[in-house]
T-cell receptor
């Protein structure tokens, strides 16, 4: 059984388009995250949601909008895609979001903006 | 701005040797420390977590934490070619919500 799943796995699109990435976890966790890993492999947190409520919103352009319909899902919608958005986007979840909580990562979505 | 620093590598060690990976962090309120392994094209997976000063051992892996020096390390004994990956250090603050990852150290274990 997949613990944290993301769709699609690959996404190739043109600049200016709008796209969404979906994430689902079946671990019963309360907290979910979105990370961006750029070409230099730097993994940077974008958003953190706890029980459908936004906890962290790092300095991410407002073209990125997370949506959490329930605590098992955290989707990422991106408007007006730019070349610099090309990266791997990882969804993750943890049980409660406390400081000692392990995060479980999804397989990643490789986004290429042309 | 919290920062986590690691040598980017690559760090090359012969099979069977001890690999030593180092990480420093800037935020003194950091309370939890994690080592993740990431194979090329894959997602990060947790290797070790450590919260108290000293050593923590799990199989071939030992994490060492020194909060006074703001330093955390990972030792891999009897390194195997399958250990070749990028190792990411991550720290979490007292509030638990803000994981900060280092840039990762690429380890290559040569057969």
């Amino acid at each position: 059984d997949t613990a944290v799943s993301q769709t699609p796995k690959y996404l190739v699109t043109q600049m200016g388009n709008d796209k969404s990435i979906k994430c689902e976890q079946n671990l019963g966790h309360d907290t979910m995250y979105w990370y961006k890993q750029d070409s230099k492999k730097f993994l940077k947190i974008m958003f953190s949601y706890n029980n459908k409520e936004l906890i962290i919103n790092e300095t991410v352009p407002n073209r990125f909008s997370p949506k959490s319909p329930d605590k098992a899902h955290l989707n990422l919608h991106i408007n007006s895609l730019e070349l610099g958005d090309s990266a791997v986007y990882f969804c993750a979840s943890s049980r409660y979001g406390g400081e000692s909580e392990t995060q479980y990562f999804g397989p990643g979505t490789r986004l290429l903006v042309l | 701005q919290k920062e986590v620093e690691q040598n980017s590598g690559p760090l090359s060690v012969p099979e069977g040797a001890i690999a030593s990976l180092n990480c420093t962090y800037s935020d003194r309120v950091s309370q939890s420390f994690f080592w993740y392994r990431q194979y090329s094209g894959k997602s990060p997976e947790l290797i070790m977590s450590i919260y108290s000063n000293g050593d923590k051992e799990d199989g071939r892996f030992t994490a060492q934490l020194n909060k006074a020096s703001q330093y955390v390390s990972l030792l891999i004994r009897d390194s195997q070619p399958s250990d070749s990956a990028t190792y990411l250090c991550a720290v979490n603050d007292n509030y638990g919500q803000n994981f900060v990852f280092g840039p990762g150290t690429r380890l290559s274990v040569l057969p």
